[in-house]
Structure formats: C-alpha cells, structure tokens
T-cell receptor, first 111, second 113 residues
Framework: GQQVMQIPQYQHVQEGEDFTTYCNSS?????IQWYKQRPGGHPVFLIQ?????EVKKQKRLTFQFGEAKKNSSLHITATQTTDVGTYFC???????????FGTGTRLTIIP | NAGVTQTPKFQVLKTGQSMTLQCAQD?????MSWYRQDPGMGLRLIHY???????DQGEVPNGYNVSRSTTEDFPLRLLSAAPSQTSVYFC????????????FGDGTRLSIL
C-alpha cells in the first residue's frame, strides 16, 4: 500500500528561527493535505495543494507540492511559541478512498 | 454545529472486554473514518465509509468492526480488547471523500489492561 514518510521526526528550534518539514509519498498523489495537532489535541486541517509545483502561503507558513506530485514541504518563517505541535501531511490513495497520513514532525520551540 | 463528537473521551478496559466507541457528526458529511494514533507512528486508518451502508477496511482493521446505518453515526467496535489496542482513537469526516479536508473529533483515549 501507499506509504507517506516525513522528516525530521522531531525538530527543536529557538523562537524566531525557521522550520521545515518534508513529506514523501511512495506513489503519485492527487492532492496533499497538511494538518496541525497541538499537544493533547486533535489534528486540524491547514491547507490542501492540488496542482503540480503549487505553492501556497498562509502568513508565515509556506506549503509546496512537488512537480512529480510525490513530495511536499511546509516551511515556517520566524517560528513563534504558538507554532508548537505536530505537523502531518496526508495523501489520498488512487483507486480507493483511503487517506494515508505521514508519520508527522513534532516541533518544539525554545523561548 | 457541534462538528464531530466522540464518546467517551477516556476509557479503561480489561483484556477480552468489548466496547463501542461512538462517533457522530452533524455536518451531513458522507465520508467518515477511524484512525488510531500511537507514539511515533502517526495516524493509521482503521476503517472508513463513503456513505450510509458502505464501509471498507483501512490499513489496520484487525480486531475492529464498524457499521454505518445512518449518515450521522459511525461507531467503532472492539470485539475482544487486547493490550495492543491501547491507543488514542480519532474519528474524522469530510463532505464526500478522502480528497477533501477532514474534520476530526477530540479523540478517545483507550487503555487496555
């Protein structure tokens, strides 16, 4: 079945530093979804990318979808304490309605 | 709108016991799914449903049953609980498919002794 990996698994940064997490799928994706989960909370949808090479921005967050639609990245500029949490990518499998989540990157901020 | 509601929030079971985790949504969503979350393993799909009367297996379906008799409800049944099923369980829903944003419930924290 489809596998979605994320690196790194953990990232500790000083407040104000940038942060990037990378997502790689074993198969071509129709779209890529990104979610954020705060400690003790549930995943919350951030954004969806559909087109090859697509780039979307949400304030300090920049999302990219690779040209081959098999990889994606999330970049946060000048991290703040509110960015703490685990970031997941997720991709639907083709041919069925399964949604596969990546392993997640847990971001902690050192004030 | 309450969104996706999961009950109970916490549960402790003994090995061999059975129980049902409840999930209900009031958004008229057709697509519903169940995930389990274990440390370091992300979210793994257990079962999903594309509409009332239709269910299918996800990545880790063994030991779990589901049914979808109404659009609103998608209960997850553990037939004979095992310690390996200790996890946090999340229910999610979307308008029609896995290709749309998923709305998650608050989760059920389940411990099997």
């Amino acid at each position: 079945g489809q596998q979605v990996m994320q690196i790194p698994q953990y990232q500790h940064v000083q407040e104000g530093e940038d942060f990037t997490t990378y997502c790689n799928s074993s198969t071509t994706l129709s779209n890529i979804q990104w979610y954020k989960q705060r400690p003790g909370g549930h995943p919350v949808f951030l954004i969806q990318l559909v087109k090859s090479g697509e780039v979307k921005k949400q304030k300090r967050l920049t999302f990219q979808f690779g040209e081959a639609k098999k990889n994606s990245s999330l970049h946060i500029t000048a991290t703040q304490t509110t960015d703490v949490g685990t970031y997941f990518c997720a991709g639907p499998e083709s041919g069925n309605e399964k949604l596969t989540f990546g392993t997640g990157t847990r971001l902690t901020i050192i004030p | 709108n309450a969104g996706v509601t999961q009950t109970p929030k916490f549960q402790v079971l003994k090995t061999g016991q059975s129980m049902t985790l409840q999930c209900a949504q009031d958004m008229n969503h057709e697509y519903m799914s169940w995930y389990r979350q274990d440390p370091g393993m992300g979210l793994r799909l257990i079962h999903y449903s594309v509409g009332a009367g239709i269910t299918d297996q996800g990545e880790v379906p063994n030991g779990y049953n589901v049914s979808r008799s109404t659009t609103e409800d998608f209960p997850l049944r553990l037939l004979s609980a095992a310690p390996s099923q200790t996890s946090v369980y999340f229910c999610a829903s979307s308008l029609t498919s896995s290709r749309q944003p998923q709305h998650f419930g608050d989760g059920t924290r389940l411990s099997i002794l």
